[in-house]
C-alpha cells in the first residue's frame, strides 16, 4: 500500500473564495451567513442562508464557457485552479509532472445543477418546450463538475462523481484516498462543490423541517448549543489535490499533511434522521483511525488488525464535527465520537463545527471541512464553534466555543454525516517529513 498526502488544497466558501482567505475567517470566528439575496424570501419561512460572496465566473473562464455551466460547477472550477496551481501538477503543457492516465478527479456534488434545473423549470412553464436550453442537460447533471475540471486539466485516469448527500464530498475524499493508495492513480483532484441557494431547494430543505427558521444571522448556525433549531443552507466548493507520497516528493511538492485512513459505513435506519444509537458513525470514525495505526474504544472492522494498533491521547486529535446544528445530528454525533473514542478520551479532544460560520455546505461540506483540518494540523490552530451560549448536557465535549485556540495536534478526523444514513470520516496526520 502506498502513501498518500495533499499537495494542494482550494476553497470557494460563503467566508472567502480562496484557502487564505477562508483559513483566515474561520480563525477570526467570521460569520459568513446573512439573509438572503438571491431571490425574494417575501413568501419564505426561512430568509437566511451561507452564499457565497463576490464571486465572478469571468475570473475563471471565458464568457461562453460561463453561460454553459451551473453555479455549482463555476464553484468547482474556481477551487480546482487554485488547488492545482497550489499543487504544481500538470498533466499538459511543455513540462507536465504527471501522466496524464494516472491524474484522476473525483469531485461530487449533492444536487447538481439546481440554479439550472429552476431556471429551465421556469421557462417551460412560461413558454413550452421549444425554449429549454439545449445545455440544460450537461448543465445540471451532478457528474459535470468532474467532468468539466477533468476536461480542464487533461486527467484522464479514475473519474467519480460520488453523491452521498451531506457526506458526498467526503466520501470523494476517502475514495480517491483509495484509489491511490492501491495504485490505481498516483495523483487526483478531489472534493465537492455545491449551490442550492435558490428557491426550490429552500423551500424543499424547509419543508422538510431541516433548516432553521429563526432569521438572526448571528444566532442561527449555533452547533452543539442548546438553542440550535436547524441547519443554515450554505454553497461554495473544496478541492484538494492529493498524491502519492514518492510521486509528490520526487517532483518537490509542497506536502501540506498525510492522508492515513478512511471510515464509510450507511446507519441503514432512516432516509433524514441518523440511528439513535450512533453506532454508524462510531464505526466509521474507527475505521478511519484503525487505517491511521491508532486503537479507538470500539474494534473497526476487519481488515485492520486490532493488535498491531497504538494508542493516542485525546489531546493530540483535532475532531472537524459534522456538527449541523439540528437537534438530532448534535446530540447523536456527540454519542458518537464518546463511543468510538471512549469517554475519557473524547472529553481530551479538540472538537469544532466550522459550520457555525460557513453554514451547511452540502455536498461541499466534507471537502471544506478536510481543508480545514489538514490547515489546523499544519498550523496548530483549532477553529472555533461561533455563537455558542448555551451548554446542552446531551453536547458536552469541548467544541472550542467561540474563540481559536493553539493545538499541537497530530490526528486529524474529519466527519460527516448524511441523509440516507451515509457516515463518513477522513483522517489525516501532521506531516513532519
Request: with cysteine.
Amino acid at each position: 500500500m502506498k502513501r498518500v498526502v495533499v499537495t494542494g488544497l482550494g476553497a470557494v466558501s460563503p467566508v472567502g473564495n480562496s484557502v487564505p482567505a477562508f483559513w483566515d475567517s474561520l480563525l477570526a470566528g467570521k460569520n459568513g451567513i446573512g439573509f438572503i439575496t438571491k431571490f425574494d424570501t417575501t413568501d419564505y419561512k426561512v430568509k437566511i442562508a451561507a452564499e457565497v460572496k463576490d464571486f465572478n465566473p469571468l475570473d475563471f473562464m471565458d464568457k461562453g464557457e460561463s453561460r454553459r455551466e451551473d453555479a455549482f460547477s463555476q464553484y468547482a472550477i474556481a477551487a480546482a485552479l487554485e488547488a492545482v496551481a497550489d499543487s504544481g501538477i500538470s498533466a499538459s503543457g511543455e513540462t507536465p509532472n504527471v501522466d496524464p492516465e494516472r491524474l484522476g478527479v473525483y469531485v461530487g456534488s449533492g444536487t447538481g445543477g439546481m440554479t439550472t434545473f429552476m431556471d429551465e423549470a421556469k421557462k417551460i412553464i412560461a413558454s413550452g418546450p421549444r425554449k429549454t436550453s439545449p445545455f440544460f442537460i450537461p448543465m445540471m447533471i451532478g457528474n459535470m463538475a468532474a467532468g468539466n475540471i477533468a476536461i480542464r486539466f487533461n486527467a484522464q485516469g479514475p473519474s467519480l462523481p460520488v453523491v452521498t448527500a451531506c457526506a458526498t464530498s467526503t466520501n470523494a475524499v476517502g475514495e480517491a484516498f483509495r484509489a491511490i493508495r492501491y495504485g490505481f492513480a498516483d495523483a487526483i483532484i478531489a472534493g465537492g462543490s455545491e449551490a442550492t441557494v435558490v428557491e426550490l431547494a429552500v423551500a424543499g430543505f424547509t419543508n422538510c423541517m431541516a433548516l432553521t427558521t429563526r432569521n438572526e444571522p448571528e444566532a442561527c448556525s449555533v452547533p452543539f448549543d442548546k438553542r440550535r433549531d436547524g441547519f443554515v443552507m450554505g454553497e461554495g466548493a473544496g478541492i484538494l489535490v492529493l498524491e502519492e507520497y514518492e510521486h509528490a516528493v520526487k517532483r518537490g511538492a509542497k506536502i501540506y499533511a498525510e492522508v492515513t485512513g478512511y471510515g464509510n459505513t450507511c446507519d441503514a435506519h432512516h432516509v433524514t434522521a441518523p440511528r439513535p444509537d450512533a453506532l454508524g458513525g462510531a464505526r466509521a470514525i474507527c475505521q478511519a483511525m484503525a487505517e491511521s495505526g491508532f486503537a479507538a474504544a470500539r474494534p473497526a472492522e476487519a481488515p485492520f488488525n486490532e493488535n498491531a494498533l497504538t494508542e493516542i491521547d485525546g489531546s493530540s486529535i483535532y475532531l472537524n464535527a459534522h456538527g449541523t446544528s439540528t437537534p438530532m445530528n448534535d446530540k447523536t454525533e456527540t454519542l458518537a465520537i464518546k463511543t468510538a473514542l471512549g469517554e475519557e478520551k473524547a472529553r481530551k479532544i479538540h472538537m469544532s463545527s466550522t459550520k457555525s460560520m460557513t453554514g451547511h455546505m452540502l455536498g461541499a461540506a466534507g471537502a471544506i471541512e478536510a481543508i480545514a483540518t489538514v490547515l489546523a494540523l499544519r498550523d496548530g490552530k483549532i477553529p472555533p464553534t461561533i455563537g455558542y451560549a448555551e451548554p446542552d448536557p446531551e453536547c458536552d465535549l469541548d467544541c472550542t466555543p467561540n474563540k481559536s485556540v493553539d493545538a499541537d495536534v497530530k490526528l486529524g478526523l474529519s466527519v460527516s454525516l448524511g441523509f440516507g444514513g451515509h457516515n463518513g470520516c477522513l483522517a489525516f496526520k501532521k506531516y513532519e517529513g
